[in-house]
C-alpha cells in the first residue's frame, strides 16, 4: 500500500498509534558531552565473561522469547557444532519470557550478573549505555568483523549512536516502522468485517462489539497482556530514544516541541477507547496481570511487514489471518533501535561475541537454525537455505531480535520476494522530524530511573485499558512531574534546538 508522506502522517494522528516491541536515523549523533561512565551496578562485575569449553569460548546470549522446548539443548548443539567449526565459537542462549524479560534484563544490568551478548530494544538501550553496561564497538566493529560493518547500512548504525559512538549491533531489518492490525479472517467472514475502512481505533468498536455479541461472554475479541498493551498504541510520537512513552515529539511536527504525551487529545481519547471496552468485555479481565498471549487470538496489532502472516498463522494455529497497514513506515532513531545486540563492557570475548554475529548476519544455515529451530524436526529446507517449510510452532526464539531478515529463508507460503519487499518499505518510509537524534541522558540517570519507575507502576493498566484515564493520568503526571519528567523535558528541547540549529 503506497502512500504520500502527507497521508502518513494524517492517518498516524487519526490512528492514535506509536511504537511498541519492535521493533527501529541518519547523520551522526552529533550531540556534546561525555562517553557514559559505569555505575555502581556494572562496575561490581568482575571481567570474567562465560568460561571456555575446551578451547572454544561458550558465550552466554540473553534474549526474548516464549517456552523453551524439550528439544532446545539438541538444536542449540546442533548450531554449536556448526559454529565451533566455523570461528571456533559457542553460545549458551539463555531466554526470557515475554512477561518477564523487563524485569529479567533489568535485574542483570543491575547486579552484574556476567553476559556476553544481550538483546535489548529502544525501551532500555539508551539507559543501559549510560550505567556502563555495554562495550563501546565504534572501533572493533570495523576492525574485527568488516563483512558485518559492510553489511548494515550507514544510516542504520548510525541510528544506534550514544554519544557519536556504536554500543551495539543492530538488526537490519524493517528498520522503519510499519504497523499492521491482524483479524482472524473466519471472524471477518462471520461478520462481514470490511478492513479497507477501518482507519482508526474508533473503526474497531463495531466490529469488536459484533464478535462479542456473537461469540459470548467469555470470548474476547481483542485479548491483550500487560507487556504489550495495544501495540504500537504511541506510533504518532517520536520517543527520542527515552524509552519513556509520557514524553516525545510528534512525528511531523517541524517544531519539533517536546511535549507531555499523555496530555495530548489524541493520546487520551485513545485511552478512553481502551477503558471503554474494558468495561465492555472486548479486553480480557486478567490483561494487566497476563504475561503470554493466548494462542489463536481474533485480534491483534503488530509492527510488520509483508508476508509476515504466515509465520502467525503457525505461530497461532490459526487457518487464515488477514493484515492490513494502519501505519507508516516511518524513520525514528527509536525505531532502528527496536532490535540491538550489545555486548557485555566486561566480556573477556568481545571479539568472538561481533565474529559471532557478523555470522549470524551473512550465514543463511545458522541464520534459519536460529530463527526455526532444529534442521528436521522444526523446519525442512524446501529450496536450499531459501524457502523453508516448519513443521512445529514450539521452537521460541524471536527472529526479529536475532540478525538481518536478509540472510533469512522465507517461510513456505510468504511471498517469495518477502525480503525484498521489506527492504522496499524501508526505501519508500518518511521520516520523524527528529530522525538522526537520540538523547543524551549522561546527566539525567537519576530523573531517567525515576520516571520509568512511575511508569512502569502505572503502565500495565493504563494501556489494557483497565483504568480509567481521566482519574488515573492526572495522578501519573503529578508522580511523573515529581520524578523529574519536566527536567527531562526541559533538556531534550534544549538538545534538540542545539543539535538542529
Known sequence: MKKTKKQLLALSAAALLTTALAGCGSSSNNETGNAPANNAGTNTQNETGSKPSGNVPTLVWWTIGGQ???????????????????????????????????????????????????????????????????????????????????????????????????????????????????????????????????????????????????????????????????????NSYDDLTLGLPPVGVKVDDASRKVVSVLEQPDVMDGLKQLHKWYQDGIINPDAPTKTEANKGRPFFAAQAFPGAEATWQINEGVAKYDMFQIFGPIYTTSTIQGSLNAISANSKYKSEALKYLQLVNTDPKLRNMLAFGEPGVDYKSVDGEKVVERTTDTWPLAAYTQGTFFDLAVTKGAPVDQWDQVKKLNEQATSSTNLGFALDISKLGTEVANTKAVWDKYRYELMTGASDPEKVVPKILSELKAAGMDTITKAAQEQIDAYFK
Open 68 to 234: 523453551v522446548p524439550a528439544n532446545f539443548d539438541k538444536a542449540l548443539a546442533a548450531m554449536n557444532d556448526y559454529t565451533a567449526e566455523k570461528i571456533g565459537v559457542k553460545v549458551d542462549i539463555k531466554v526470557a519470557s515475554w512477561g518477564d524479560w523487563d524485569t529479567k534484563i533489568n535485574t542483570i544490568v543491575n547486579t552484574g550478573e556476567p553476559f556476553d551478548i544481550m538483546f535489548t530494544n529502544n525501551s532500555k538501550y539508551n539507559q543501559q549505555v549510560a550505567m556502563g553496561a555495554f562495550a563501546d564497538l565504534t572501533d572493533i566493529v570495523q576492525k574485527d568483523t568488516p563483512d558485518l560493518y559492510n553489511l548494515i547500512p550507514q544510516k542504520v548504525w548510525d541510528g544506534t549512536k550514544i554519544g557519536g559512538k556504536i554500543y551495539s549491533v543492530p538488526t537490519y531489518k524493517d528498520s522503519s516502522l510499519t504497523q499492521y492490525w491482524v483479524f482472524d479472517d473466519k471472524y471477518v467472514q462471520k461478520y462481514g468485517i470490511d478492513t479497507t475502512k477501518i482507519k482508526s481505533l474508533q473503526d474497531l468498536d463495531k466490529p469488536f462489539h459484533d464478535m462479542k455479541a456473537g461469540e459470548g461472554k467469555s470470548f474476547y475479541p481483542l485479548s491483550l497482556t500487560q507487556g504489550d498493551g495495544f501495540n504500537g498504541f504511541f
